[in-house]
């Protein structure tokens, strides 16, 4: 895609015109979520530091992770309406401003409950994450570029997680443990400054082409009328296709989950490795997962050449591809060599995302736009209900059977989600007949 700048034809009031803005908001998005991913995953990458410095237990850790990650499942729907309503620019802006302020509170605690209560705000304000990702995805692109974008729009969540364990540790390393914390949210900060700077809708963007919001509009969907919070609800839980989304949601987030915020414990305590070797290896398997994002866009025009798949089936053969491909979270229990458990998380991590950017594209495909942030809120949702309980069974499990049984869960829950995507969501129509 070409991202030079010319002085277009259409140029208003001496605006300057930028050829595919489009793809620049998704940049400015996708920034926005790296660093959301950085201020969350935090927590993780200091949570061996943390427990002997707040004197945690395992358990109490997973109260912290759970305590985010409850807030996270009540607050997803709340912010997608909250972005619907009044806009993806302030709805958006709101969030990220609290959970930059959140971020850097981290810094002033003395206690594992007071960690908890601020990972519960962090956690209802970096719900809009998602639902937000399913705007930016309605609101900038036509639909035949929707799958292709959601795989780019996927790696910030994934490349955030990535690049937080050597920022984290080398601030850590310079500052301390309270230094990190305030490092992160001050990037969040700035983030926000640029968001509330630069972001405007297609209809409003001073920057933006008559030729490219004509693309962006070709597909003449109308805008309809925006829902109070409750009716929204109840026309997304009447849908049997949000339960071919949200199902598959909820069997995949565990494994993201232990990603985020169990892998470097799991690495200290299973694989002894200290905190300088956990950030050698840690970043690895995001490093796939942004490898899965951009490739599963792509993956859905691989299934439309050669088996002449409608738009919607080649989406659902991409997630259920990375479904089969998530598997290899079980060969973890069958090895301690730490290369080849690095190898086998990269290789969930990859998969993962697939199903992930597949899963977001799906919400766009199937709903209106004034249901599109509210409908990725409750996947959303319905994922991190999953993530909540699975985070509290390993807080009390892991010390007493370890991690290889739960590896081995990990890596057949996507097949059972894959079912029930394939059964609410396949298109039984040919290709030809849905042109």
């Not at 208003?12 to 793809?23: C, E």
């Not at 410095?53 to 395992?58: A, D, H, I, Q, R």
């Not at 955030?160 to 990190?180: E, K, S």
């Not at 807080?395 to 995507?421: E, Q, Y």
Request: aromatic share 12%; proline share 4%.
């Amino acid at each position: 895609m070409s991202l030079d700048m010319n002085q277009s034809s259409d140029t208003v009031k001496g605006k300057w015109k930028i050829k595919n803005l489009r793809w620049w908001m998704l940049g400015l998005f996708l920034l926005g979520v790296t660093v959301n991913y950085i201020t969350r995953n935090s927590l993780g990458i200091l949570a061996p530091e943390l427990k002997d410095s707040l004197g945690m237990t395992t358990e109490q850790y997973s109260w912290i992770v759970g305590a985010f990650q409850l807030a996270y499942t009540i607050f997803q729907p709340l912010c997608g309406w909250l972005i619907d309503v009044i806009g993806l620019k302030l709805g958006f802006l709101i969030c990220a401003s609290i959970w930059a302020v959140v971020c850097l509170m981290h810094a002033g605690v003395g206690t594992w409950l007071q960690l908890a209560i601020l990972r519960f705000f962090m956690g209802a304000a970096e719900a809009a994450a998602t639902p937000a990702n399913a705007k930016t995805l309605g609101e900038w692109f036509p639909k035949k570029e929707r799958p292709i974008a959601a795989g780019w729009a996927g790696v910030g969540f994934s490349i955030g997680a990535m690049l937080a364990p050597p920022i984290i540790v080398i601030a850590h390393v310079n500052f301390g443990w309270q230094g990190a914390f305030l490092f992160a949210g001050a990037l969040a900060m700035i983030w926000v400054v640029l968001w509330w700077a630069l972001y405007h809708s297609p209809e409003k963007h001073p920057n933006l082409t008559r030729e490219e919001l004509a693309l962006i509009k070709q597909d003449n969907e109308p805008e309809p009328p925006k829902l109070p919070f409750f009716k929204s609800l109840r026309i997304v839980c009447k849908n049997k296709r949000f339960y071919g989304i949200a199902i598959p949601a909820f069997m995949a987030e565990p494994a993201w989950a232990v990603l985020n915020f169990w892998v470097p414990l799991y690495l200290a305590k299973e694989l002894g490795m200290d905190l300088k070797q956990i950030a050698m290896f840690a970043w690895l398997p995001f490093l796939a997962a942004d490898l899965g994002s951009v490739a599963s866009g792509y993956l859905t025009r691989v299934y439309v050449r050669l088996f002449g798949c409608t738009r919607v089936n080649s989406v659902i053969a991409s997630s259920v591809t990375g479904a089969f491909l998530m598997l290899s979270l079980a060969l973890v229990a069958l090895t301690k060599n730490p290369y080849m458990v690095i190898i086998l998380i990269s290789i969930g991590g990859f998969g993962h995302q697939v199903i992930s950017c597949m899963l977001s594209a799906l919400v766009v495909e199937s709903f209106e736009k004034n249901q599109m942030a509210t409908v990725n809120g409750m996947r959303g949702s319905s994922a991190w209900i999953a993530s909540f309980i699975f985070s509290l069974i390993i807080g009390v499990m892991a010390d007493r059977i370890g991690f290889n049984p739960l590896f081995v869960a990990m890596g057949f829950f996507d097949l059972i989600g894959a079912i029930f995507l394939v059964m609410f969501l396949a298109d039984r129509r040919s290709a030809a007949k849905t042109a």
